[in-house]
């Protein structure tokens, strides 16, 4: 399928590893200019270096999305961007009662304050050249609360939330805004919290995965560049009617309706 999009130019957020680079070299894939942004510049290089020898076109722009000074550079790049990919740091896991106002300020700032102001801000010059793509990474605990990860079950939601406002404001203009909720992949992350997770309960780690994949309907986890295909028919011009959509990537495993 040809998505149309070989001339458009693309930021994507964390980019170094998981989710997000398998959303830039998708992107890459499809003749997209692709700027991975992250924190890690030795990851981003190789990355880039991996997009390059796949005859993809690749630059990078290190930053800390819990940096608001960090992300200045792209966000009054005057080139502007054709599509952005949102993708926050993934956050440690917290119990509800814990209430530590600094933590959740913290996190606050980078999982929804920096993310809206480069979706605003992108999106109005997407709006001026009447078109443009804002894709979100989110988590299926929009939907449903995953026990632990209260960050992200409550930012994450406010964040959906808001892209739908957004939706709603950039629709006529030929911007599109959808957020892409992935259930477990094989990642970095999931590989990360599998390992605390025989550690908390002394248990094989291999008892872990089973358990996990024993909930997936697809019997595994996903691999990321399944996720990235996702990502780039989103940002193709064949997807210009979906607007406003959370799309759970996720083999099967939410159990509600919607």
Not at 27 to 34: M, Y
Not at 72 to 86: E, F, S, T
Not at 169 to 179: R, S, W
Not at 226 to 236: K, P, R, T
């Amino acid at each position: 399928m040809n998505l149309r999009i070989s001339d458009k130019r693309a930021l994507v957020l964390g980019a170094s590893q998981g989710l997000g680079a398998a959303s830039a070299a998708a992107l890459a894939a499809e003749g997209v200019a692709v700027t991975l942004l992250a924190r890690s510049a030795e990851k981003l290089k190789a990355r880039v270096a991996e997009i390059v020898a796949s005859g993809g076109r690749a630059d990078f722009h290190v930053a800390d999305l819990f940096d608001r000074a960090a992300l200045a550079p792209v966000i009054d790049d005057p080139r502007g961007y054709d599509i952005l990919v949102l993708n926050a740091p993934p956050p440690p896991p917290v119990r509800a009662r814990s209430v530590d106002r600094a933590a959740w300020g913290r996190q606050f700032e980078a999982m929804f304050l920096n993310q809206i102001e480069l979706a605003a801000h992108l999106g109005e010059g997407m709006a001026a050249r009447k078109w443009g793509r804002i894709i979100a990474i989110a988590s299926t605990s929009v939907q449903e609360p995953i026990p632990g990860l209260v960050y992200s079950n409550a930012l994450r939601a406010a964040l959906n939330n808001w892209l739908k406002s957004l939706a709603d404001e950039l629709g006529p203009e030929g911007v599109t805004v959808n957020t892409v909720a992935p259930g477990a992949f094989a990642t970095e992350r999931t590989a990360s919290l599998d390992a605390a997770a025989a550690a908390r309960s002394g248990r094989p780690l291999a008892e872990i995965k089973a358990d996990g994949v024993a909930g997936i309907p697809a019997g595994r986890y996903g691999e990321a560049p399944e996720f990235g295909a996702m990502v780039a028919f989103l940002a193709g011009e064949v997807s210009a009617y979906t607007n406003g959509a959370f799309i759970r990537l996720d083999g099967g495993s939410s159990r509600g309706a919607t």
